[in-house]
Nanobody, 124 residues
Framework: QVQLVESGGGLVQAGGSLRLSCAASGRTFSSYVMGWFRQAPGKEREFVAAITWSGGSTYYADSVKGRFTISRDNAKNTVYLRMNSLKPEDTAVYYC?????????????????WGQGTQVTVSS
């Protein structure tokens, strides 16, 4: 069982930066693939980024590639999402997710554990 708690969201102007954190409980955190997803008002939840258990491989949605960076610190049971050059269309609730072995890093239904989400609002 893994419990996830996101933090770091807030209001930022376009072009600004934020770093989201997701703290996980459980001693097996380092065994899990971690992902970030987001859901904008009136839209379906979408994949943002994912990172393998070792941090050796990362995956990004095309819309955030080059602007966002996912990383993890297994000693701290925490995964991060650094977001630079933010745009108003990045406004959404951001969710952290975990799964031991998802068949697809990009598919939200492959992740068993979810945080409660943190709001990111980018003003123009």
């Amino acid at each position: 069982q893994v419990q996830l708690v996101e933090s770091g969201g807030g209001l930022v102007q376009a072009g600004g930066s934020l770093r989201l954190s997701c703290a996980a409980s459980g001693r097996t955190f380092s065994s899990y693939v971690m992902g970030w997803f987001r859901q904008a008002p009136g839209k379906e939840r979408e994949f943002v980024a994912a990172i393998t258990w070792s941090g050796g491989s990362t995956y990004y949605a095309d819309s955030v590639k080059g602007r966002f960076t996912i990383s993890r610190d297994n000693a701290k049971n925490t995964v991060y999402l650094r977001m630079n050059s933010l745009k108003p269309e990045d406004t959404a609730v951001y969710y952290c997710a975990a799964d031991w072995d998802p068949a697809s890093y990009y598919d939200e239904y492959e992740y068993d554990y979810w945080g409660q989400g943190t709001q990111v609002t980018v003003s123009s």
